[in-house]
């Protein structure tokens, strides 16, 4: 071949290289780490379908947009430097919105018991990772394994602090859990979506907040039945565990459900590292007043991947106006804040503010 032919073979091969990487470009698997702080939510004509909504194409017509978590210590860095990529859909009556995020671990077993028999250690320790290194906390609700998210949103009322977290999150210098003293300082509430990987994910949920003036005496939503219950003889006594599945120690499953307990059989042939769940979720929560379980949830952990995937989604109206941010009110605009919690205690990285906006 001559050598001008060869020169005109290279740039022909160049051509198709600058093709290529154009055309890739526009791919949608292409995920583009900066942030907006615009999360646009796509009006969309067709509903997802909510039995595999993690996995439903509808979110190929969504724009994504990654919220940056850890960055700043005035809205909590424990975890570092992280990346939430969100997107958000809505149809004619609710909204959707898909959280994805990189977490090492999948912790679903918050308070979760376990039998020791070595030295130093109770009969019934909480916490199954910590080889009693821990003391039992049955008196203190933490976020001891479970992973959690939390979503808070201004309900339009609030001033200038609208849903700053870093005006709110543990205003009293608590920390025990997301929602225990958290207060506004503004003049208005705040509508905190959380959802627990082992508390309110098992039942298809996320708790629904409303976080208030400092003297509120309630920060969940209103309700009747309440979904999970801590597993503990009395909240006075954290020694021991009051329910186990009725199958005994033979049990090894991370979630405990009311139609499946019995009491705690503290003589059975328990062997050492057996555990029970730390609460017990109860299947009828749709009972009565449900504002606190307005918000539903599904969720997927890629053990491969080591990433959460979330959707949360509720109806754009809402009859409880005083507990929750109403999207259709006229506003296209919200401010929102993303908290992301790791496995245990106070552990967790705080996005800053970002625009929620929709069509």
């Known amino acids: 071949m001559s050598r001008k032919w060869l020169v005109l073979a290279g740039f022909a091969l160049f051509f198709m290289v600058v093709v290529m990487f154009s055309s890739c470009s526009k791919d949608k698997g292409v995920i583009d780490t900066r942030s907006s702080g615009i999360l646009n939510v796509?009006?969309?004509?067709?509903?997802?379908?909510t039995a595999d909504i993690i996995n439903d194409p509808i979110w190929d017509?969504?724009?994504?947009?990654?919220?940056?978590?850890?960055?700043?210590?005035?809205?909590?860095n424990d975890l570092k430097v992280g990346v939430v990529k969100t997107k958000a859909v809505a149809?004619?009556?609710?909204?959707?919105?898909?959280?994805?995020?990189?977490?090492?671990t999948m912790s679903v077993?918050?308070?979760?018991?376990?039998?020791?028999?070595?030295?130093?250690?109770?009969?019934?320790?909480?916490n199954a990772d910590t080889n009693c290194f821990?003391?039992?906390?049955?008196?203190?609700?933490?976020w001891e394994n479970e992973d959690v998210l939390g979503l808070l949103i201004d309900m339009g009322n609030n001033g200038v602090e609208k849903a700053n977290c870093a005006t709110t999150c543990h205003a009293s210098a608590d920390t025990s859990d997301i929602g225990y003293n958290h207060y506004t300082t503004g003049d208005g509430n705040i509508d905190a979506w959380v959802w627990r990987a082992g508390r309110s994910n098992p039942?298809?949920?996320?708790?629904d907040?409303?976080?208030?003036?400092?003297?509120?005496?309630?920060?969940?939503?209103?309700?009747?039945?309440?979904?999970?219950?801590?597993?503990?003889?009395?909240?006075?006594?954290?020694?021991?565990?009051?329910?186990?599945?009725?199958?005994?120690?033979?049990y090894a499953g991370s979630f405990l459900f009311t139609a499946d307990t019995v009491m705690m059989n503290i003589i059975s042939n328990w062997q050492p590292r057996d555990g029970v769940p730390g609460?017990?979720?109860?299947?009828?929560?749709?009972?009565?007043?449900?504002?606190?379980?307005?918000?539903?949830?599904?969720?997927?952990?890629?053990?491969?991947?080591?990433?959460?995937?979330?959707?949360?989604?509720?109806?754009?109206?809402t009859p409880y106006t005083a507990e929750d941010v109403n999207f259709e009110g006229g506003r296209k605009e919200f401010q929102a804040t993303l908290a992301i919690m790791d496995h245990a205690f106070e552990r967790h990285s705080g996005s800053k503010p970002f625009t929620i906006k929709f069509e």
């Open 42 to 49: 796509k009006s969309v004509s067709t509903s997802p379908d």
């Open 61 to 76: 017509q969504a724009e994504e947009t990654s919220i940056r978590i850890g960055e700043d210590e005035n809205y909590t």
């Open 91 to 104: 149809d004619i009556a609710y909204v959707y919105m898909r959280f994805d995020w990189r977490d090492s």
């Open 109 to 126: 077993r918050p308070g979760f018991w376990t039998n020791e028999v070595g030295p130093g250690c109770a009969v019934w320790t909480q």
């Open 134 to 142: 821990e003391t039992d906390n049955a008196l203190s609700p933490r």
């Open 203 to 207: 039942l298809g949920l996320a708790d």
């Open 209 to 250: 907040q409303c976080w208030g003036p400092k003297n509120q005496t309630r920060r969940e939503d209103s309700y009747t039945m309440e979904s999970c219950l801590r597993n503990s003889m009395q909240s006075t006594d954290p020694s021991e565990p009051r329910w186990m599945h009725r199958t005994g120690p033979a």
């Open 279 to 317: 609460y017990v979720l109860d299947t009828n929560w749709n009972t009565g007043n449900t504002s606190r379980y307005d918000v539903r949830a599904k969720s997927s952990y890629d053990d491969q991947l080591k990433r959460w995937t979330i959707v949360m989604w509720r109806r754009l109206t």
